[in-house]
């Protein structure tokens, strides 16, 4: 018996030191893991979608610093394809239901109120005017903005030659987007009377800043948001007439909380109006003012703070379009069947020169939204009918990849963790 | 494994040792898409007869650094030609990391970034990017042996205060 014992707890033994050196082994080998060089990472995470960033930066505390770093910043956004966002109101989504009912009686939190769906899992849904609002100044009864609907922030985007719509979990009382700049949205602020919010819809972080100067009539004005090629900050650019029709600007930079009046050419440039929302390349904002036979697009250097008028290389119509291209200003016209797409080479008046022109079967409207920073096709909106296209520029083929809202404005946008300045105590998260 | 050492053909190949003492021969063009081979030959100095030892890197690793460079070299040039050439290159892609757990990815990356194999990093890093995109964070750091450094209570905290963050990932796969 004894020797049976003896023999029975020199076989666990055994067992055991087994068991604990594969255990040593594994543990070494993960050590030797873990020693995967600081670029690999880097260059591993610069590939993920931004909103899967913002989850696994939370792996240790280097991955957090890596992600944060301005440098991986900006090396994610080179990388990142465009997508286009929008508003959509919130009753209309399918996908989850939010209640309008606002908690009432309680100071802080007057935003409505996630709902679980039968359906999905419980979304953490973020109302962008949270925290943006001062408890003290505001009755809690009646604020006319708390009745009125929300609606979600989302975005449309193009894989594999196909698009779907993505979800940034956020919602917000404005109802247009005004601008966007390399993933930072531009909207109302609905809370406080005048007021703008920027937003980067990834990361969630906002800030609420003053309203320009507001025109006699609601609509002759015009906000374009640019980032400055030389420092790599963002302004607001806030073009508005006045009561006598002359074009005025001022400009909201990072730093300084207030609008600073610019020199403004007074050559009647925008006498018909701003037309659309200007286009922002890196260092520059360009306008085609008033729809109709425009024949110049109006530029304005964002680090400088000058504007040049260019001729476009012909009329414009009403669905042509200016758009970025490759980091240059694109000028997308449409004949009868003839899509003609120019480039202007140099910023300012070096000349277009018409670069390619597409065929199509059939007369039909395509309006250009925007162009595939990474992938380079081009999206367009069929007028009739509200489907969009892909036009692939090797193969010279315009494929239909979907359907959009034909009353919705969609915004070239990236998905980015850029930021609207360093980090202050008014940028909340 | 040593590859042809033709008599018909003088087939200029290039010798490395790695870390478990065997030696491989390579094509020369093959072994030129290898940064570090590339500059330890350099265009004259170190004549190319010379073995080049890699004591960082196991011949396990070298035999697949080597198919891939073999099997991109080929394809790379008939991309440039046509369409289909591009698609088989698509492919070849999507397809040669398949089969390969995450682990063996991460043994290779350290292997190809030492030798600083451009193409097969890319693809590499790729690959374990489009793995752990919708992964949880606990699984990611499984998979890379890291041990979290945030204590409970901040830990706890950043999941209540990014909990928009934390949502909509996959299970966590079982083991590899």
């Known amino acids: 018996m004894m020797v049976t014992r003896s023999k029975s707890s020199g076989l666990l033994k055994i067992v055991e030191e087994r068991l604990l050196k594969r255990k040593i082994e594994e543990e070494e080998k993960r050590a030797q893991l873990s020693y995967i060089p600081k670029d690999c990472i880097s260059n591993i995470l610069a590939r993920l979608p931004a909103d899967s960033l913002q989850r696994l930066r939370f792996v240790c505390k280097p991955w957090y610093n890596i992600v944060k770093n301005p440098k991986f910043i900006d090396a994610h956004l080179q ?36 709902m679980t769906s039968t359906l999905q899992e419980t979304r953490n849904t973020v109302p962008v005017e ?67 919010i920027v937003l980067n819809p990834v990361t969630k972080k906002r800030i609420a800043l003053p309203l320009g100067t ?65 286009v922002s390349l890196i260092g520059a904002l360009h306008w085609i003012p008033h729809f109709e036979r425009s024949n110049y697009i109006v530029s304005m250097e964002v680090e400088k703070e000058k504007f040049h008028q260019t001729p476009l290389p012909l009329g414009g119509g009403f669905h042509d379009r200016i758009i970025e291209i490759g980091g240059s ?101 | 494994m040593s590859t042809e050492e033709d008599t018909v053909q003088e087939k200029k190949t290039i010798s490395l040792k790695t870390s478990d003492d065997e030696v491989f021969e390579l094509e020369e063009n093959v072994a030129m898409e290898f940064g570090t081979v590339k500059a330890f030959f350099g265009d004259d100095g170190v004549p190319r007869d010379m073995m080049m030892p890699i004591p960082n890197v196991h011949s396990k690793e070298l035999t697949r650094i080597i198919d891939f460079c073999t099997k991109h070299l080929d394809l790379k040039p008939k991309a440039e030609l046509d369409e289909a050439g591009k698609k088989e290159l698509r492919k070849f892609y999507k397809e040669y990391m398949k089969e390969d757990t995450t682990e063996r990815i991460m043994e290779l990356i350290l292997a190809a970034d030492y030798l600083n194999v451009n193409d097969f990093l890319d693809l590499l890093n790729q690959t374990v990017a489009d793995r752990i995109s919708n992964k949880s964070v606990e699984y990611v750091r499984k998979l890379f042996g890291i041990e979290s450094d945030y204590t409970p209570e901040e830990e706890e905290a950043l999941r209540e205060q990014y909990a928009w963050a934390f949502e909509g990932v996959d299970e966590d796969p079982a083991e590899d």
């Open chain 1, 79 to 114: 990388r990142s394809e465009s997508v286009l966002v929008f508003l959509t109101p919130v009753g209309k989504k399918n996908l989850h239901l939010i209640s309008r009912k606002v908690k009432m009686g309680e100071k802080e939190r007057l935003y409505p109120d996630p």
């Open chain 1, 130 to 196: 949270s925290k943006l609002l001062d408890p003290n100044s505001l009755p809690i009864f009646g604020h006319p903005a708390l009745n009125s609907p929300t609606n979600c922030v989302q975005f449309i985007r193009f894989e594999n030659g196909e698009c779907d719509i993505g979800e940034y979990s956020l919602c917000c009382l404005s109802d247009n987007i005004k601008a966007t700049c390399n993933g930072l949205i531009l909207l109302d602020n609905k809370l406080k009377k005048g007021g703008v």
């Open chain 1, 214 to 278: 507001l025109p006699l009539r609601r609509y002759e004005e015009s906000y374009g948001f640019a980032m400055s090629d030389v420092t790599g900050e963002f302004k607001i650019v806030h073009l508005f007439l006045d009561e006598l029709g002359n074009a005025h600007c001022e400009i909201l930079g990072p730093y300084k909380k207030t609008w600073r009046g610019v020199n403004f050419p007074s050559f009647g440039l925008f006498r018909n109006g701003f037309g659309l929302t200007p």
């Open chain 1, 329 to 429: 200003i694109g000028f997308v016209t449409q004949e009868e069947t003839c899509i003609d797409i120019w480039i202007l080479k140099g910023l300012f008046g070096e000349g277009w020169s018409k670069q390619h022109t597409i065929t199509l079967d059939t007369i039909t409207r395509m309006v250009p939204l925007c162009s595939l920073r990474i992938k380079g096709n081009i999206i367009f909106r069929r007028e009739k009918g509200s489907s969009i296209y892909s036009y692939d520029f090797e193969q010279q083929q315009m494929t239909k990849i979907g359907k959009v809202n034909p009353s919705v404005s969609y915004l070239p946008h990236v998905n980015s963790l850029v930021t609207w300045m360093q980090a202050t105590a008014d940028i909340f998260d």
